[in-house]
DNA sequence: TGTACATCAGTGAACGCGCGTTCACTGATGTAC
DNA sequence: TGTACATCAGTGAACGCGCGTTCACTGATGTAC
């Protein structure tokens, strides 16, 4: 009477069991970690008897490449929302260096945020794979490469503003030569071709990222210790700053 | 008869099986995963009866930290023997920017090597913890802290030799003070300590590590895909070289 | 509007599995006199 | 050198557990006429 519904009481009972599916299952992963994950646990804390969960869920790997998805879509979902941010209210449409600046230091920031929020969904997208797990490429990569896309475009920001488009000129000849056999493949990629990156460019991006990356990796896993840093949040602006300057450097 | 045994058939047994339990849990560990190590597998494959297992064993943890404990140790001899080789015949006892590099250099080039051979030790170490699993860091540090102890020595060589003790006028004044806050337990370590180190170059020292650290995860664990890079020696090796930028920029 | 049938959601019991850990035990190795 | 006893290594059965997955089923929701 008040409103009509678009689908019928089952299709709208499904959406949200799916979603309640993935919520509680989302609980558990950050609780217990990804290879502690049970159908059967689930399935209790729902509620529900076991055989119901094969009405949303193909198998126990189904569930767990539901969990990547999702996961990679939140930081996605972060990480558009600092850059929306970053770029709000700027008229000038032309990339230049400080905005590709800005705009790396928002996408490194957003990542941490949510991985300090999130370590363990971190960790099944970052962290070492999960034993006896293959996540199946065409189910992932969609979501997967979200950020990487932000950090193709924030790269050629960097290359195509002040100091044109030759750097690759700079620092030794032999290094682009490694650069483009190392990562042959990689430039191959529709994604990356597009991006139209001079090699060593690429390579200090990737250097850059990984920083990044083995940087959070390093805190949330203790690997230094339970108490280092003592300020995370100053640690991992620091270390952005030197990414940064890996990808500025032949200039 | 032939040669006086140190000790009875007992103890030699004992010490014999102790080695064979770790050599098939490291297999099993490459195998499966950590996640996945089974006191019944291992005694299976021991051709033992599970219970035997707790006279060498106290627990299925107790195992686990065994194996930590033993990859530090494997990880930390390859260093090792890597330095030894690059210090073989070097007269000059005063530490050279250029030696501190050739020793960086060979650090990170084990550090891969061993990776690469031993991916799923290299997880058990530097990748994300083992779910439900604490490790006892009195029994994990010793083992653990050998390499750093290398980079400590590293980094001091490069910041003793051209630039001079004052390194850290370098750069804006701020960045020294972050360094010092956010890395303040840190510093405060004896080991980190007694290396004497301005705050800003272990900032730059511990960037450079997870560099190569989130490198190495990145192609070890195929986050980028199953074929990036093409050639992840070179890639490696690259990376190094970006690596020492950081620790040398501050010039 | 009402009826007959198809579809779907969820149940509950069962299968077979492997796990960590305990415990009372047998037989071999060591030790003290 | 020989004997009596203590120590240790390894056995085998058992405990209780949780897991993924299948299957025949009941009852509710949808659909076609």
């Given at each position: 009477m008040t409103d009509t519904p678009a689908q019928g009481i089952r299709a709208r009972n499904r959406a949200a069991l799916e979603e309640e599916i993935l919520a509680v299952a989302t609980r558990h992963l950050a609780r217990s970690g990804a290879a502690a994950l049970s159908l059967r646990a689930v399935a209790r804390d729902l509620g529900l008897?076991?055989?119901?969960?094969y009405r949303y869920v193909a198998s126990r790997d189904d569930l767990l490449t539901l969990l990547i998805v999702r996961a990679y879509n939140e930081l996605g979902d972060a990480v558009d929302a600092a850059l929306a941010a970053v770029d709000?209210?700027?008229?000038?449409p032309a990339a230049t260096a400080a905005r590709a600046e800005a705009r790396f230091r928002a996408i490194t920031s957003a990542l941490w945020q949510w991985a300090r929020a999130h370590p363990h969904q971190y960790a099944l997208i970052y962290g070492s794979p999960v034993p006896e797990y293959h996540a199946p490429a065409e189910r992932t990569t969609p979501a997967g490469t979200r950020v990487q896309a932000h950090l193709l475009t924030v790269l050629r920001g960097l290359a195509c503003?002040?100091?044109?488009?030759?750097?690759?000129?700079?620092?030794?000849a032999a290094t682009a030569a490694v650069a483009t056999r190392a990562l042959a493949s990689l430039l191959d990629d529709p994604l990356v071709r597009s991006a139209g990156l001079p090699p060593t460019l690429l390579l200090r991006g990737l250097g850059a990222w990984n920083l990044v990356l083995g940087t959070v990796g390093c805190i949330l896993f203790e690997q230094?210790?339970?108490?280092?840093?003592?300020d995370p949040d100053a640690y991992v602006t620091a270390t952005t700053d030197l990414a940064l300057e890996l990808v500025r450097a032949p200039r």
């Open positions: 008897a076991p055989s119901a969960l709000d209210g700027v008229d000038t503003s002040d100091a044109g488009a030759q750097t690759d000129e700079a620092g030794p230094l210790g339970p108490d280092v840093p003592d």
